[in-house]
């Protein structure tokens, strides 16, 4: 048995002499009792943890969300309101999620608590979902933005910087915070923090310049503020999505729960502070915007950073690029450090090849799944070039799959209500949250079906692969045997991990 790898202990296994256990333990508790074991250490404190998400949450999507929410809700007024009820509605499943990370301890965040749940099949729903659409799509997008915003200063007067650079330096981009997490964990956050700081000085230089500017009478965007606006549900629910990817984010601490020190103190803490600072901000960095820029050319604008700095900054215009740049960096490591904690949980319940759920022995950081990680989000590169067609792509997927871990909250709640609870919260908040969700998967239906029945799609090749990968774990072909078990010896070797 691999070091990682555990049996999983039914849910009516758990009680013992009519009691529930204090909490659901790490993963690695049932593993093998070793001496040797080589597993993730606790090194996130409150800060970092704060810093995780929220440095995962602010990225690309404030800056290029803002002309897609302006221009399905038609006026400048419901775009404000979008962008504070996206927010509110993102804090409430964060709300949710603290209960959720502090009764089950695991890392793997959504895809430990419906395996703890309902078990093996839904949760590779999750797992499959999460490591092929959800975050390598995020990363894509991310990446694409850091290089655009980074290029655009040597292509002065060009709508567009052209593809190649951009494509280029997103590799680079992905290589270089691929490396740093292979390294050194301690790396990776002292990363996190520093360009999260970074971007919240970026954010708020925005929204200090925005105020000035209202002060100076630039107030011209909020005279009838809802005039134009549209009374099509369907363009409103994707001015939703758009303001909640740009939010999308919020539940990364929980994908590394086990290397978190106090996770029952810390989780609660660092969701809550962090998840207001986000919705505060993001509110009024769109005020700003809309305080310098008017509304009918913000609407037609993919690069509102950029339109910002040349209205206000003059020759220091410069300075919102690299303020982006900053954003995107520091939240692309921010997913790539918690996306590969997601493969590694899936590796030791054994529904990914074995290597995955190793770790280097000398640095303990999850090597296999780290590169894994980023050969995904590259092919994501390669292949989407609109940055809102992936973001639609990935927003029916994202929300229905959420959806089902908050249910899991409600489920378990029924299911075994003596389970250690350390943060309670009342059921109104995961049911109003639940009801939300089904009507956000549920109305794009008909105004967007090409990229919802292709989310659906994908979302169902889970099925086949899930029957295919346990009829191998019974079967188990000798020839295909022995080819995993080479791969995995050469993977060990190579990488040095275990």
Request: proline fraction near 6%.
């Amino acid at each position: 048995m691999d070091i990682f790898e555990e049996e999983r202990v039914p849910i009516r296994n758990w009680k013992e002499d009519g009691r529930e256990p204090d909490a659901v333990k790490p993963y690695y508790e049932n593993s093998m009792k070793r001496e040797d074991t080589v597993k993730p250490r606790p090194k996130i404190g409150l800060i970092s943890g704060i810093s995780i998400i929220a440095g995962s949450v602010i990225g690309s999507g404030i800056f290029i969300c803002p002309a897609g929410v302006l221009r399905n809700t038609g006026s400048v007024g419901v775009s404000l309101v979008i962008w504070v009820l996206s927010g509110l509605f993102s804090f409430l499943g964060a709300y949710c999620y603290a209960e959720l990370g502090t009764t089950i301890v695991r890392s793997g965040g959504d895809y430990a608590y419906i395996y703890e749940a309902f078990g093996p099949l839904f949760a590779f729903f999750r797992l499959w979902v999460e490591c092929l659409i959800v975050r390598p799509v995020c990363q894509a997008i991310v990446a694409l933005t850091f290089a655009e915003y980074i290029l655009m200063p040597f292509y002065p007067g060009c709508s567009r910087v052209p593809h190649a650079p951009t494509i280029i330096l997103a590799v680079v981009c992905v290589f270089l915070l691929t490396f740093i997490n292979c390294w050194d964990a301690k790396w990776a956050i002292r990363t996190q923090n520093f360009f999260t700081a970074a971007k919240l000085i970026g954010l708020a230089i925005i929204i200090i310049t925005g105020f000035v500017q209202l002060g100076r009478g630039r107030t011209r965007n909020f005279d009838s503020a809802f005039d134009g606006t549209t009374k099509d549900l369907g363009n409103i629910s994707i001015a939703f999505y758009l303001a909640l990817f740009a939010y999308n984010g919020w539940n990364s601490l929980n994908f590394v729960a086990e290397e978190l020190h106090d996770p029952e103190r810390n989780i609660p803490k660092a969701i809550i502070v962090s998840s207001i600072v986000v919705v505060v901000i993001y509110f009024l960095v769109n005020v700003a915007f809309f305080a310098v820029i008017p509304s009918v050319i913000l609407v037609e604008t993919p690069a509102v950073g950029v339109l910002f700095g040349t209205s206000v900054y003059g020759s220091m215009a410069w300075i919102m690029p690299l303020a982006v740049a900053l954003s995107t960096f520091g939240a692309y490591n921010g997913i790539l450090f918690t996306t590969s904690r997601l493969y590694l949980a899936g590796a030791r319940q054994s529904q990914m090849p074995e290597v995955f759920g190793m770790v280097q022995i000398d640095r303990v950081t999850p090597v296999p799944a780290a590169l894994l990680t980023s050969l995904v989000s590259l092919l994501y590169l390669a292949l989407g070039r609109n940055v809102y067609s992936l973001i639609n792509l990935v927003s029916i997927v994202n929300w229905l799959s959420i959806g089902t871990s908050v249910f899991v909250l409600i489920f378990l709640r029924w299911k075994r209500p003596n389970l250690r609870r350390p943060f309670k919260i009342s059921l109104l908040w995961p049911v109003l949250y639940l009801l939300s969700t089904v009507f956000l998967s549920i109305l794009p239906l008909y105004r967007k079906p090409l990229e919802t029945g292709v989310g659906i799609l994908l979302i169902l090749t889970a099925l086949p692969v899930y029957f295919l990968m346990s009829l191998y774990r019974k079967e188990k072909p000798p020839a295909l045997e022995n080819l995993t078990d080479h791969l995995t010896r050469f993977a060990q070797k190579t990488l040095l991990v275990c």
